[in-house]
């Protein structure tokens, strides 16, 4: 471990805290913080900017209904075209659902009045949406540059053997998947990863059971 590793200001798993500070994860993230999130997308202005990996969903949620059906309204009346809201609309599909399988692309192309192949085209071309199932938390490791030279492959390691998968795999109870990530945009805490919507910052093996542990108490 580098010397700059052990400087004591120190995030200890969530963004915000630098050491100096004593707040818990729960200020931090809490509703206070990032506010309220209704499900049928409260103003318009923000009804696209939800984040789309719970860890609650249902492969079989409907696409979609009561207030999902007015936030994705609300959603498309934010762009001239429909064409335009489908982005937030897949993501909304992969909050209710989990991944995007062929059915759930085809099902919001006919909503959008999209072509099914332009929609899988989409689909397919962005990281952040799961073509398959995964685990009621995916975490995603990055090992890019900032990462990789901090221990970024250290710190993947240990989720793997923490959580006995093989990269990409869910683990036995359905709670974990491990995946490598490209830049997360968090170079200035490495190693960065991102468990379904949330950051975790400066991350380091020794740090690996303790999230886990506290993911699988808390939910989330
Ligand atoms: S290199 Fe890891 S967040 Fe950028």
Redesign the pocket.
């Known amino acids: 471990m580098s010397e700059a590793r052990k400087i004591p200001f120190r995030n200890p798993g969530w963004a915000g805290n630098t050491g100096e500070f004593d707040l818990t994860e729960a200020q931090v993230r809490g509703d206070e913080y990032v506010g309220k999130r209704p499900p049928e997308g409260g103003h318009a202005s923000g009804a696209s900017t939800y984040p789309y990996m719970l860890a609650e969903r249902d492969p079989e949620a409907p696409i979609f209904d009561g207030p999902f059906k007015e936030r994705l309204e609300k959603i498309r009346s934010r762009y001239p075209d429909a064409r335009s809201a489908l982005l937030p609309a897949l993501g909304m599909a992969q909050e209710l659902r989990g991944y995007l399988s062929p059915e759930t692309m085809e099902q919001v192309a006919g909503l959008l009045d999209l072509s099914p192949a332009y929609v899988r085209g989409v689909a397919t071309f962005y990281t952040m949406y799961n073509k398959r199932p995964v685990g009621r938390f995916l975490i995603q490791v990055?090992?890019?540059?900032?990462?990789?030279i901090c221990g970024?492959d250290d710190v993947l390691q240990a989720f793997l053997n923490n959580t006995e998968t093989e990269l990409g795999e869910t683990s036995e109870d359905g709670n974990f998947t491990v995946i490598e990530a490209e830049?997360?945009?968090?170079?200035g805490f490495?190693?960065?990863v991102q468990i379904n919507s949330r950051y975790y910052e400066n991350v380091m093996p020794k740090d690996v059971p303790e999230i886990l542990e506290r993911l699988k108490a808390q939910g989330e």
Not at 142 to 148: M, W
């Open positions: 990055c090992t890019n540059i900032s990462c990789g970024g830049c997360l945009a968090g170079c490495p190693t960065t």
